[in-house]
C-alpha cells in the first residue's frame, strides 16, 4: 500500500523510513505537490497531529498520517509539551530551544522528562491514533551529532548516552516516535 507521511520534518522521515516494512510505500508532502506549512494550532499535541491529517485530506484528498511530538519536562509543568517547537520563539530553532530549556532547568534537581509522539492515521472516514511514550532525562549539556531537536539533551532510563550519540536504528527502537510507528505498522497490516 501507498501512503503519505504528512510531515516537513526530513528527521522524522528518516526514521519512518527506516523501521517501515517494504509492503507500505510512504509518499512525501512534495510528492502530493504540498509545499505550504500545515498548521498546528491546537493545544494538545494530539490534536495537532489531528489536525495535520484533517489539513491534508481536505485541501488535498488523500488519506495519511501524521507525527506530532513534544518534550514533556516535569520541573517545568510538561512544558515545552506541545510548544516544543517554538519554546524559543517563532523562527523554531533547536539551538535556541535547547539553550533554554537548559536555562530554565539550571537549578533543578528534578531532570525528569520524556518524549511524547501521536501518530494521527486518516483512513477512509475515520481517525486513528497511535502514542509512543520514551522516559528518560534531561542532561547539563548537550552531547552527540546525531538525531535532530532536543536530542543532543535527552537520555533515555538505563542509558549512558544522549539520543544524538546512539545510532537511528537504536533510537527507533527505544524512542516515542518508534513505539508509536510500530502500532501504526501492526494496525495497518491487519486492516
Ligand atoms: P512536522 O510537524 O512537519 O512533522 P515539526 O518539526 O514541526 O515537523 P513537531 O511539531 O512534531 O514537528 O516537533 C516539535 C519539536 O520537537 C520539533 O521542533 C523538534 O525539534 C522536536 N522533536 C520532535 N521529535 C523529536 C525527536 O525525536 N527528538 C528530538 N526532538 C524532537
Known sequence: MKIVFATNNRNKLKEVQAIMPENIQLLSLKDINCTEDIPETRDTIEGNA???VEYIKTNYGYDCFADDTGLEVEA?????????????????SAI??????????????NRT????TVIALQL???????????KGKITKSP?????FGYDPVFKAIDYSQTFAEISL????????????VKQLIDFLNKY
Open 113 to 116: 522528562a520524556q518524549f511524547k
Open 124 to 134: 477512509n472516514g475515520t481517525c486513528y491514533t497511535f502514542t509512543g511514550i520514551c
Open 169 to 180: 536504528e537504536e533510537k527507533n527502537i527505544i524512542g516515542h516516535r518508534g513505539k508509536a
Open 76 to 92: 517545568l509543568n510538561g512544558a515545552p509539551g506541545v510548544y516544543s517547537a517554538r519554546f524559543a520563539g517563532p523562527q523554531r
Open 143 to 147: 552531547k552527540g551529532e546525531g538525531g
Open 50 to 52: 489531528i489536525q495535520k
Open 96 to 109: 535556541d530551544n535547547t539553550i533554554k530549556l537548559l536555562k530554565e532547568l539550571e537549578k533543578k534537581d
